[in-house]
């Protein structure tokens, strides 16, 4: 894999369904049809019967298995935390994490550009940030390169994998610069840190595998010291821009129609959105992109494994067919391929930058960033 990776676009942007039963309806046939509101309503019912139906632990053979994942929430749709809607089998992404783990490169070109350029942003801070805790994702990337910045004295590591967390302390071992680091087993939607205990929060490539991606942010505001520093790297929407074009026109020649092969991403104009709905105020973001050479389509999906980043959702199809595999290479080769014989493979990323802020005699002062 030609490793090189190039940023050439930096902007900037500020920022249950009804439970009620339906009504039992009258089986007695008449001549004149049904009113337009009677005939939803004897839709609803009958949808709500076979949903029933299909829950029925009488019935399990009826529920489609190879779609869904074995997890708590078996549609997918409720997991039990008040009927939120999950997308990602969060187990699942715990194995992928256990296999990149031992399959992960060293030093990935990609990983180390991003992590790099997220720490650069440490030093446009004119304060230091001796307690930072560095959330999944290239966090080992993050730990190589930190060299110094930032003032961290105390870094803590929390991953959702045990094996990578056991390869963090292994890599760990060999290194000798004097930080005190600490590892822990965690997952970003139950994030096991204290409020108030961190003067730094870092996500290099791992918030958008949340389910609750706000969610998720407000326990990182809930988690940071008044004066605090929140930093994160997300994959945007476009990133794979090239290989969802050539997998959608794949399925539908080799198999008439689509399945979600691909995780939705956040678009970077909702990124302002979202910090301000976790708490933080006037929120900046940068963006990224980044262009990846490969020699196939295959060394790609290889790529994604070895960083954990292959398909997580729920409703995913478990099977891709070889003759769709083959053709999604085939497209993609003639679609987008190079003179040089490689494809170019594109990875947006959007660094969140926010200081908290603290009240000093009654009014809140915003610590200066720049």
Sequence with gaps: MDGRSSSNTSTSEQPGPFKTKPKTLSSRLVSCPPPPALAMAAGAAVAARRLLLLRHPRHPHLLPKHQFSSSAAADGLDGGDGGRVKIFDRDLKRRHRDRAAWAKRE???????????????????????????????????????????????????????????????????????????HFIVGDEEYLPIKENSQDLIMSCLGLHWTNDLPGAMIQ?????????????????????????????????????????????????????????????????????????????????????????????????????????????AAIYQ????????????????WYCLRLQYFVRKGRKIQLDSD
């Design 334 to 349: 003639s679609m987008f391929g190079l003179e040089d014989g490689t494809i170019p493979a594109t990875f947006q990323v």
């Design 107 to 181: 030093n990935d070109a990609l990983l180390d550009a991003v992590a790099d350029n997220l720490l650069d942003r440490l030093e446009d801070c004119r304060k230091a940030f001796p307690s930072a805790l560095c959330m999944g994702g290239a966090a080992a990337a993050v730990r190589r390169l930190l060299r110094g910045r930032g003032g961290i004295e105390k870094l803590t590591m929390m991953d959702m994998s045990t094996d990578m967390v056991k390869k963090w302390r292994e890599l760990e071992n060999a290194t000798d610069d004097g930080l005190e680091t």
């Design 220 to 328: 990182c505001r809930l988690a940071l010291k008044p004066d605090g520093l929140f930093l994160a790297a997300i994959l945007g929407g476009e990133t794979l821009k090239e290989l969802r074009i050539a997998c959608t026109i794949a399925q539908m020649e080799r198999e008439g129609g689509i399945s979600p092969r691909m995780s939705p991403l956040a678009q970077v104009r909702d990124a302002g959105n979202l910090l301000s709905r976790a708490g933080f105020a006037l929120p900046g973001v940068d963006v990224d992109r980044y262009t990846v050479k490969y020699n196939s389509a295959l060394e790609l999906v290889e790529h994604l494994r070895a960083m954990a980043e292959t398909n997580a959702l729920f409703q995913r199809s478990p099977i891709l067919k070889g003759d769709t595999a083959l053709a999604t």
